[in-house]
């Protein structure tokens, strides 16, 4: 492999849909070993890159797909990849018969495939499992069973096209690590592709960030998801406020995040009062939604609608009216970064605020 560097990437990708481009993307290359998330909203053209890099678009697709730094045939594709879908597809039998299935079906004999299957099956903790009928699983585990086949092929490349989108938190994070832990020291290029920032954190070294068929940002996934460049990345990193400096009074466009933003319900609550503070801005409440772990504050300003969230429940004596004037702090908030990125990152530490401002927020999901 000497002056090739092992793994799958494209060049000059371009996929078309009639005179409709659904995806450009000049330059992608996710080394052996390492796990890539493409992350982007519905419509953002992910699943149309996936199958584009297995060859298998039935769109009009021009550029190259290259592996292990060679053009790349569809044949030999077949064999290196293996893809985990959104849905897991069981197959008739029980569960160990399922998990061997991928393996069979490229040629190894039963007992080879038993033999290289059962360290999967331990470590994906599917043991109490392998005599049950695949289709009496929950979809959970049936996720679980659909992942550990695709491991124990040992596959050059998995391609991973949303598999947690329908697993409920725990079961979602409990598979997550398992995965994470399954693929560390293997040879494997991962791509996760997701509309979720946290199972990028939670599963990717590094992180793309696709938005209408184009990549917007690529790097550490720390990086990236605590750095967006523009509004459409802050929204979809979730810094969903957008604070620009006729609001602010500053320099730059702010983003900051619904909890980190908050409305000044006493004196007490912070000196949130000074002129030209970017901490502080003033609008008008429009409504408050209660939503169990917290409450949700909408406010209307010169610039846009804010969005505020207070943990937990506020009582409504609280709340001043709707329709009164209020005043909002941002407790912390980021200034959008610039194509050189030389643009300083503008961190906004509460009085009182004692968490860490750098890194990946580790934020609830509303
Ligand atoms: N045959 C087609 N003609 C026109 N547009 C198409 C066609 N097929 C797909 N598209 C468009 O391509 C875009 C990308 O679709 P794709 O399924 O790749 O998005 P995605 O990011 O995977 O979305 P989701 O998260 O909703 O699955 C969408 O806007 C879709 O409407």
Not at 10 to 30: D, I, M, Q, T, W
Not at 202 to 230: K, S, W, Y
Not at 265 to 274: K, N, T, Y
Not at 290 to 311: F, I, K, M, Y
């Amino acid at each position: 492999m000497s002056g090739l560097s092992a793994g799958i990437g494209c060049r000059g990708l371009r996929v078309h849909a009639g005179r409709r481009e659904l995806l450009s993307v000049p330059e992608l290359h996710v080394a052996a070993g390492s796990t890539l998330a493409v992350l982007g909203p519905n419509g953002a053209g992910k699943s149309t890159l996936l199958r584009a890099l297995g060859l298998l678009s039935s769109h009009r697709v021009s550029g190259e797909i290259l592996l292990d730094g060679r053009p790349a045939t569809r044949s030999l594709l077949r064999d290196a990849i293996v893809a985990v879908l959104q849905r897991p597809i069981m197959r008739r039998g029980t569960v160990a018969a399922n998990v061997i299935s991928g393996l069979r079906f490229r040629g190894v004999s039963r007992r080879e495939a038993r033999i290289r299957a059962w360290p999967w099956i331990e470590a994906l903790g599917l043991g109490p499992l392998v005599g049950r009928d695949a289709r009496s699983l929950s979809i959970g585990e049936a996720q679980r069973v659909s992942i550990t086949r695709a491991l124990a092929v040992g596959p050059r490349v998995l391609l991973l096209d949303e598999p947690f989108s329908g697993l409920d938190s725990t079961t979602r994070a409990d598979l997550l690590a398992d995965l994470r832990a399954a693929l560390t020291g293997q040879p494997t290029a991962t791509i996760l592709v997701t509309h979720d920032r946290h199972e990028a954190l939670a599963l990717a070294e590094d992180t793309a960030l696709l938005i209408d068929g184009r990549i917007r940002q690529h790097g550490p996934t720390a990086e990236v998801l605590d750095r967006p460049g523009d509004a459409d990345t802050a929204r979809l990193l979730g810094y969903t406020n957008l604070l620009p400096p006729a609001l602010t009074g500053g320099t730059h466009t702010l983003v900051a995040r619904p909890e980190h933003t908050q409305l000044v319900l006493a004196p007490s609550d912070g000196p949130a009062d000074q002129a030209h503070d970017v901490r502080s801005v003033t609008g008008t409440l429009r409504r408050t939604v209660a939503l169990g772990v917290a409450t949700r504050v909408d406010v209307d300003t010169s610039a846009g609608s804010l969005t505020c969230l207070h943990p937990g429940d506020v009582l409504a004596t609280e709340l001043p009216p709707i329709g009164s004037d209020v005043r909002v702090r941002i407790r912390q908030a980021r200034s959008l970064i610039t194509a050189d990125r030389d643009e300083p990152t503008e961190t906004l530490p509460g009085p009182g605020d004692r968490q860490g401002t750098r890194g990946p927020a580790f934020d609830s999901e509303l």
